[in-house]
Each structure stands twice: as structure tokens, then as C-alpha cells.
């Protein structure tokens, strides 16, 4: 057993490592059951739960891509109704704290789902989908940073949980929507969602997927992630819960260097599912080797080449 201490802070969040998943990798936590122990985790972050129960974009809706895949889900979930009645329960059956992921269509929206999962105890914490690029005007919230705080602002009347505010890498400059949400009361940012893309199939002629453009992640853009963190560890306060393309330990360091507070193992999960253990092991075992006795010194500790 080692003495380093793994615990990070996200607002009032504790977590007892910094690693959780990316939201819509992971279920509702219970797929992974057998393989994955939520009360190791430092927090699960589950797949969005939206004001109404949808089905999502039609299929084809994942195509493998060099180094990633593109996805065109469309937030297929059961709605707010069926993650308190049916999710919800097996989930607080952990020793691990729950994060929600919440899109909306307007602010109304948002504000709705979290004040019934506050009112509930059914969340640790929300982490608004301001970003998502597959569902019309998915994108708005996040590219636009009055109506990025606009979201933030209803949302932070209606709970005191920590509020996540979940960015998108499809911006001229991510710094201005960080800055936005942190002014509107965010208490953590999170980023990056995927970034918009297309395939094409040259034989048919074809677009690959049925909506046509999706959100690519893995490991392809994990250069693009790392960025966006490490900008807007130097424009916020707040701290940052960083993905994109994590596959491995070092990995996930990486973003810690860059000014993530804690990391997020998303697409990596399809390949295998307990990469966050296998990321939780190697941090600690990474501090151990480097001398350092508190995760919290990695955060931001990359200097000039
Ligand atoms: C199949 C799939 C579904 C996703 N669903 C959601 C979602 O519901 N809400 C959300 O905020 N992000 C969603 N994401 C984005 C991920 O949480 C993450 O931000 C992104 O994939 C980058 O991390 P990664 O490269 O490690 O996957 C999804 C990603 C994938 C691949």
C-alpha cells in the first residue's frame, strides 16, 4: 500500500482518485458490473439523461476511424423518469460518487433535470452537455459563450451541487466559453466533448453514417484535448476534469500535466473496459516512482521543452 494521497477536489466533489469515466462510454454503470467495481473509481460519470426519454439518431451510428471512432448516438437515454426509478438505485448502491451528465434545449431544460435529480439525491454532481454535436443545435450552448452562462446561471439557481460545465473542442477558442461558464457560477469545467466529422464510403458512394457528420474521439484527438486543458487551466480558476483519447496511464498523466484535476477514460473503455483501474494503478504507481506524495503536484507541472 502506498502513502500517496489520491484524493482530488471538483468544486465540493471528493474524489477518492482523480480518474472517472467519460459519460457515454460507460453506461449506467452497471453494463460493467463484473469487471469494473464502482467504489474503486473516483467518481462514475454516466451517459446523458436527458428532460424526455429518446431514441437517438438512426443506425449506422459508430464507424471505426484511424486511431478513433466517429459516433452519431444522438443521446439515446430512458429520460429523467427512468434513470431515478431505474438507475439511480443501483448506482447509490456504491461507495462512489455520482456524476450526471445533462444535455438540454434550452436552459429550462437543464434546469429541470437537475433540480429533480437534486431534489432526488440522485447525483454527486451535474456536468451539462453544453457540447454535444450530434443532435440539432447540440453544439449552440457551447460555442456561444453568453448562451454557455445563460445554461450555467439556471442551473446554479436550482441546486447546490457542483456544476460541470462540459466543453467543446469545435471553437475558435475554447478560453473565451471556459472564462463564460466560470463567471456564470460553474464550478468545474469539462473537456473536451468530440470533435465533428465525417466518413465516407468510397466503394458505395456513401456517407458511413446515417446523420452524416459525428463526434470523433480516441486517441486521434487526444493533442486537440490536451490543449484545450491546458488553455484553460491557464484562463480559470475552476478546476478541469480533462478526456480525449486517454488509453493508457500515461495518458491520463498527461492531462494532469496540462492542468486536469482529474481525467476521464471515455472510447478507451471499448477497448477495454477496466481501463480505469488499470489508469487509477498507474498514476499512483507513476507518483511513487517520481517521488511525488500528493497526486494534486502533477496538476499543471509541465514546464517549457
Ligand atoms: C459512443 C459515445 C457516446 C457519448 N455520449 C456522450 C454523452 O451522452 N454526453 C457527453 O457529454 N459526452 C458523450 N460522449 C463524449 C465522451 O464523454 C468524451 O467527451 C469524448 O468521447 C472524448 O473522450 P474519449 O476520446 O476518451 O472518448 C460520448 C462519446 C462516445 C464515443
Redesign the pocket.
Known amino acids: 500500500m502506498s502513502t500517496v494521497n489520491m484524493t482530488v477536489q471538483i468544486g465540493s466533489l471528493k474524489m477518492r482518485n482523480p480518474v472517472t469515466t467519460?459519460?457515454?462510454?460507460f453506461g449506467f454503470g452497471s453494463e460493467t458490473k463484473d469487471l469494473v467495481p464502482l467504489d474503486r473509481l473516483g467518481a462514475v460519470t454516466v451517459?446523458?439523461t436527458t428532460r424526455e426519454r429518446r431514441l437517438g439518431n438512426p443506425p449506422q451510428r459508430?464507424v471505426e476511424t484511424a486511431s478513433?471512432?466517429l459516433?452519431a448516438?444522438g443521446?439515446q437515454n430512458g429520460g429523467i423518469d427512468d434513470y431515478l426509478a431505474n438507475k439511480a438505485p443501483y448506482l447509490r448502491g456504491f461507495d462512489c460518487p455520482i456524476i450526471v451528465?445533462v444535455?438540454g434545449e434550452n436552459p429550462n431544460d437543464f434546469a429541470y433535470v437537475v433540480e429533480r435529480l437534486t431534489a432526488a439525491g440522485a447525483a454527486d454532481a451535474v456536468?451539462l452537455?453544453l457540447?454535444?454535436p450530434n443532435v440539432s443545435h447540440g453544439l449552440d450552448y457551447a460555442t456561444d459563450p453568453q448562451l454557455a452562462a445563460s445554461v450555467v446561471a439556471a442551473v446554479r439557481k436550482v441546486t447546490s451541487m457542483p456544476v460541470i460545465a462540459?466543453l467543446s473542442p469545435n471553437v475558435t477558442d475554447i478560453r473565451v466559453i471556459a472564462k463564460a461558464c466560470e463567471d456564470a457560477g460553474a464550478d468545474a469545467l469539462s473537456m473536451?466533448?468530440?470533435v465533428v466529422g465525417t466518413a465516407i464510403d468510397p466503394r458505395k458512394r456513401k456517407f458511413r453514417l446515417a446523420n452524416i457528420t459525428g463526434?470523433l474521439?480516441?486517441p486521434a484527438?487526444k493533442p486537440i484535448?490536451l490543449l484545450a486543458v491546458w488553455r484553460c487551466y491557464n484562463t480559470v480558476k475552476i478546476p478541469i476534469i480533462g478526456?480525449?483519447?486517454?488509453a493508457c496511464p500515461l495518458d491520463a498523466i498527461e492531462f494532469m500535466l496540462a492542468g486536469a484535476t482529474a481525467v476521464?477514460?471515455?472510447?478507451?473503455n471499448f477497448v477495454d473496459p477496466t481501463l480505469s483501474l488499470e489508469v487509477i494503478d498507474g498514476i499512483e504507481k507513476y507518483c511513487v516512482e517520481n517521488g511525488f506524495a500528493d497526486v494534486n503536484a502533477l496538476i499543471g507541472a509541465v514546464t517549457a521543452a
Open positions: 467519460g459519460s457515454g462510454t451517459k446523458a459508430i478513433g471512432i459516433n448516438i443521446l451528465n444535455p456536468e452537455n457540447s454535444c462540459k473536451i466533448n468530440t463526434g474521439s480516441g484527438v484535448a478526456m480525449g483519447g486517454i476521464a477514460c471515455g472510447t478507451g
